[in-house]
T-cell receptor
Framework: GIQVEQSPPDLILQEGANSTLRCNFS?????LQWFHQNPWGQLINLFY???GTKQNGRLSATTVATERYSLLYISSSQTTDSGVYFC????????????FGKGTRLSVIA | DSGVTQTPKHLITATGQRVTLRCSPR?????VYWYQQSLDQGLQFLIQ???????AKGNILERFSAQQFPDLHSELNLSSLELGDSALYFC???????????FGEGSWLTVV
């Protein structure tokens, strides 16, 4: 099956700093989503971005499908950004479920 | 609020018991997915239903079963529970295939 690798596995930032999270995947996809899992366990949709670039406030994401990677940018980080960020993809054939990476655990300290 | 509703939010039960987790998808969504998140296995896909029919199966144990009812809500049944079944169980839904899916808040299951 498709493989999803996220880096870095852990990240500690000072409040106000910027960061880039990366997601590599092993096959062509037609669905790629970024999620934020907050400390209470909730999985929050950030972006649906199988290709191209999107921005939502301090967050933006870029997927280069031909090179099989996606990047999530967090600017001016806040303590509320802490949690685990997951990338999930579905293969570009038929009806296949989302496969999740292992996530990047982000801790933003004041 | 994603619009996906899961009950119960927390559940503690003993080994060998059976539990049922319930999910109501977002209004208009025909596809329901179940995922298990445990500390050592990450987020694992269990099973998917589309408009009442099973469409994809992942790493779901034989002790687990699911169904989607005519009103599109879904239930995940876990039986002969073991300590290792303790996990956060998510339900997600989408309108159809290969579009964004939205997750419920999860059901925390603790087996003691």
């Amino acid at each position: 099956g498709i493989q999803v690798e996220q880096s870095p596995p852990d990240l500690i930032l000072q409040e106000g700093a910027n960061s880039t999270l990366r997601c590599n995947f092993s096959d062509s996809v037609n669905n790629l989503q970024w999620f934020h899992q907050n400390p209470w366990g909730q999985l929050i949709n950030l972006f649906y971005i199988p290709s191209g670039t999107k921005q939502n406030g301090r967050l933006s994401a870029t997927t280069v499908a031909t090179e099989r990677y996606s990047l999530l940018y967090i600017s001016s980080s806040q303590t509320t950004d802490s949690g685990v960020y997951f990338c999930a993809v579905a293969r570009n054939s038929g009806n296949t479920p989302l496969v999740f990476g292992k996530g990047t655990r982000l801790s933003v300290i004041a | 609020d994603s619009g996906v509703t899961q009950t119960p939010k927390h559940l503690i039960t003993a080994t060998g018991q059976r539990v049922t987790l319930r999910c109501s998808p977002r209004s208009g969504d025909l596809s329901v997915y179940w995922y298990q998140q445990s500390l050592d296995q990450g987020l694992q896909f269990l099973i998917q239903y589309y408009n009442g029919e099973e469409r994809a199966k992942g790493n779901i144990l034989e002790r687990f079963s699911a169904q989607q009812f005519p009103d599109l809500h879904s239930e995940l049944n876990l039986s002969s529970l073991e300590l290792g079944d303790s996990a956060l169980y998510f339900c997600a839904s989408s309108v159809e295939f290969q579009v964004p899916i939205y997750f419920g808040e999860g059901s925390w299951l603790t087996v003691v």
